[in-house]
Structure formats: structure tokens, C-alpha cells
């Protein structure tokens, strides 16, 4: 998919409205969640970096479930506001930081992070490759790289995956062999590869216990409200509705996938 396609304004309205009604997500849900934690050897006290911490959810999971060190980073600033209210409000903000940083660009040491994961972050990096380096270099020795990806299980029809890559902030989503040859271009080893189908119910549940009830439903009535009175998000609807048919055929098209490697 070509970069110029969607404009950097358009990029940028696709995230601030997800900092404004509050949801970000990840194909899989928390079970994804889970069984990443899991492929990365995440344990007790270790020091994990989040890239695209998106409103804070999993950085705060790590902390407060699994016990863990987590330093969450995101472009934007209103996710990086949302994550630390998210932290406050929790009791963590002993054990998760929130920074503002650029995934081609981390503002880390080398050989810090016990492990680096991201989920359904990379597709919307310009500069893959140099992502991913980044990732193993601020990871430790023996430290995993996690991804959490948007998965094309056929070859999206042109049109089709056009139109997504405008309605999704220019994300560039790849088939299984592309993403594990990403891991395979930093030099990371052992590589583990989990793919899985869309299923629209599953997913949606998935989103539900990432998330209180009451923060969902506070969440998605803001997004309607606006929906009516916000000219940007107007807009956006507007493009959404413009195809529907699109939307059918990439939730058709589409799995997700868990690429882990070690470095």
C-alpha cells in the first residue's frame, strides 16, 4: 500500500478519536494478551516495554497480573494522558510509566526491556524494519520481541484494501510470511508463529473483558454522541458508510497473528 494514500491529518484523526471516546484494540483481546505473555516468557518483576500503549490497558494488565516493571509508549499524547489516568485510577503508578516516543525511534538504552510487545501497532509504522530494530536493541540479551498483528489470510482485493488502509489510518497489514520475515530481518532467532481467524463475536467479547463494562459503554456512547456533532467524526462515519461491502470483505480477509522472537 502506498504511504500517500492517506495524509498525516488523516492519521492523526484516526488516533485522536480513539484517545477521545476511549478505546483502543487488538485483534484476540485479552486472550491474545495472555498467550503473548505467555510466548514471551513475561515473568514476575521483569522490566517490559509496551510500544503502542494506546489508552493503557495491557501496560496496566502487566503490572497488576502479572507483576511486572512496564513502561508504555505512544505517539500521541492524549493516549499517554488516558494511560496514566488509567494507571491513577488502578493504584500503579509505582509500576507503569507513560511516555510520549516514536516506535522507529525508541528514547531507550540499549539492552534495557526483559521484553518488548506490541499490539496491532507496527501495521501503522511507516519504517518497519527500523521498528523492529529498535525493538531488539533496547531489548536485553536473550529478551523477546512480541508482536500482535493484523494478519491478510488472503490476498485482499485491491479496491478493498485501499479503502481500509484510508477508513484505518494508512495501516499497512501483512500475510503471516511477511511479518515473520520482519523478525527474521533484525536478527532475532527462535521464532514462534501462532495465526488465528476473525471471528466478529469472539472479538467483541474479547473487548469486553479488556475493559469494565461501564468504561465500554461510556466509551461507544461518546462515540454516537459525537457521531452527530462533531464534523470530524461525521466525516469519518460518512467514509465508513461510503463502502460497506469493503467491510464485509475484509473482516473475510483477515486474521491476526503472534510473531515472537528472541534476541
Known amino acids: 500500500m502506498n504511504r500517500n494514500q492517506s495524509s498525516p491529518e488523516n492519521k492523526s484523526v484516526y488516533f485522536d478519536m480513539q484517545a477521545d471516546f476511549g478505546i483502543t ?12 505473555i505467555e510466548l514471551c516468557h513475561i515473568q514476575k518483576s521483569q522490566r517490559i516495554l509496551e510500544v503502542g500503549c494506546g489508552i493503557g490497558a495491557t501496560a496496566c494488565y502487566l503490572a497488576e497480573d502479572a507483576g511486572c516493571q512496564v513502561i508504555g509508549v505512544d505517539l500521541s499524547a492524549e493516549m499517554v494522558a488516558r494511560s496514566k489516568e488509567r494507571a491513577r485510577r488502578h493504584g500503579l503508578e509505582a509500576r507503569v510509566e507513560f511516555r510520549v516516543a516514536d516506535a522507529q525511534n525508541l528514547p531507550f538504552e540499549e539492552g534495557v526491556f526483559d521484553a518488548v510487545i506490541d ?4 501495521a501503522f509504522v511507516p519504517e518497519k524494519p527500523k521498528a523492529l530494530s529498535e525493538y531488539r536493541r533496547v531489548a536485553k540479551p536473550g529478551g523477546y520481541i512480541g508482536l500482535n498483528e493484523v494478519t491478510w489470510t488472503k490476498t485482499p482485493d485491491p479496491d478493498m484494501a485501499k479503502y481500509m488502509s484510508l477508513i484505518m489510518a494508512n495501516a499497512d497489514f501483512l500475510p503471516p510470511k511477511g511479518w515473520k520475515e520482519l523478525l527474521e530481518g533484525c536478527g532475532l532467532r527462535e521464532i514462534e508463529v501462532r495465526n488465528y481467524p ?3 463475536r469472539s472479538q467483541y467479547l474479547e473487548e469486553l473483558r479488556q475493559l469494565d463494562f461501564g468504561e465500554y459503554l461510556r466509551a461507544w456512547r461518546r462515540f454516537f454522541t459525537q457521531s452527530f456533532t462533531n464534523p470530524v467524526y461525521r466525516q469519518f462515519v460518512k467514509e465508513l458508510a461510503s463502502a460497506p461491502r469493503n467491510i464485509f470483505k475484509f473482516m473475510s480477509s483477515i486474521g491476526y497473528g503472534l510473531y515472537v522472537g528472541k534476541k
Do not use: I
Open 25 to 36: 484494540k487488538h485483534m484476540g483481546g485479552r486472550k491474545a494478551t495472555r498467550e503473548l
Open 119 to 122: 499490539e496491532s501497532v507496527t
Open 198 to 200: 476473525f471471528n466478529a
